[in-house]
């Protein structure tokens, strides 16, 4: 078992940035992966994107280009750079270990406009 905790949302204006962080809470943080995800109002959880435990990112094609998926295994944490807002992105942003199937709580991100 382990534990995902989200932070790092808030309120931004479009075209601001923030950085989520995905701490992990178990034994082994350096050999999961990580996938970041997002819930928009209204509709259902989707895929970020996924970085694998060398490093290696991959995304949606949707969410190309703004998103920059990182990992610190010194502080157990992993990374969601967010860059270039819109309100379209206003979202509750979650985290999980494949591996393992585990949610955090996730984290609220509100774009205005």
């Known amino acids: 078992q382990v534990q995902l905790v989200e932070s790092g949302g808030g309120v931004v204006q479009a075209g601001g940035s923030l950085r989520l962080s995905c701490r992990f809470f178990?034994?082994?943080?350096?050999?999961?992966?990580i996938g970041w995800y997002r819930r928009p109002p209204g509709k259902s959880r989707e895929l970020i994107g996924v970085?694998?435990?060398?490093?290696?990112?991959s995304y949606e094609d949707s969410m190309k280009g703004r998103f920059t998926i990182s990992r610190d295994n010194a502080k157990n944490t992993a990374y969601l750079q967010m860059d270039s807002l819109k309100p379209e992105d206003t979202a509750i942003y979650y985290c999980?270990?494949?591996?393992?199937?585990?949610w955090g709580q996730g984290t609220q991100v509100t774009v205005s406009s």
């Open positions: 999980q270990a494949p591996a393992y199937g585990q």
């Open positions: 178990g034994s082994s943080f350096s050999a999961n992966a």
């Open positions: 970085i694998n435990s060398g490093g290696r990112t």
